[in-house]
């Protein structure tokens, strides 16, 4: 089985796969994000660098999405491929960021991949607000998110809800987390695994999910 986790910058993506890795005896996998070369240099300019993450970004979800179709255990993992592209590669686009021949290259490249891919059995949004992605970010406090632009937040928030509600075509669980502390709130986490459980085992029904 394969779980994916999406989320916005700051929406808690990272917390959750290890927290649902450690519950279920899942393998978590993450996204490369420490070890991309072009992350600081793309917060300082988009513009300059926006396809150069973004072609590195689609060779490693790439590379593990291969792994992850092999794999005869669940998975879970922290942001997978498709909103790679649907959010972040289009958010890019549609500011300007990306010229229509980087975009169009780009986009052919992932057609081509698609082909061998196949959807998640199951996504799992934590869909929250601006202010509280902004709060998140402050909290962490990574240096090089500091300089992060709220109207950009607020795009890829955007772009996320039409990616989830309008064009996927997989399972999706949308956990509200706005005002949620999973990772220290007991509580919290235990709201998070019943709605899990509700939609891959159907132990529970769904007028109990926000007991």
Not at 37 to 65: G, N, S, V
Not at 116 to 145: C, F, H, N, T
């Amino acid at each position: 089985m394969y779980i994916a986790i999406a989320g916005n910058i700051g929406a808690g993506k990272t917390t959750l796969t290890k927290m649902l890795a450690r519950y279920y005896g899942w393998e978590p996998r993450f996204e490369s994000v420490t070890f991309n070369p072009y992350l600081e240099d793309y917060y300082h300019d988009i513009k300059r660098w926006a396809f150069c993450l973004e072609t590195y970004f689609l060779k490693e979800r790439f590379k593990d999405m291969l792994a992850v179709q092999q794999a005869s255990h669940t998975i879970v993992q922290d942001r997978s491929i498709f909103e790679g592209v649907y959010v972040f590669v289009r958010n890019n686009y549609e500011r300007g960021d990306l010229s229509d021949k980087d975009y169009e290259t780009f986009m052919e490249l992932f057609d081509l991949m698609k082909d061998q891919m196949k959807l998640p059995d199951m996504i799992i949004y934590l869909r929250k607000s601006v202010p509280a992605l902004v709060a998140q970010i402050q909290k962490r406090g990574r240096d090089y998110e500091q300089t992060m632009q709220i109207d950009y937040l607020k795009d890829l928030n955007d772009k996320y809800e039409d990616f989830i509600f309008k064009q996927y075509e997989g399972k999706v669980l949308v956990i509200e987390s706005d005002g949620l502390d999973f990772e220290n709130n007991p509580e919290d986490f235990r709201k998070v695994i019943n709605k899990v459980d509700a939609e891959l085992f159907g132990l529970f029904s769904e007028q109990n999910w926000n007991k």
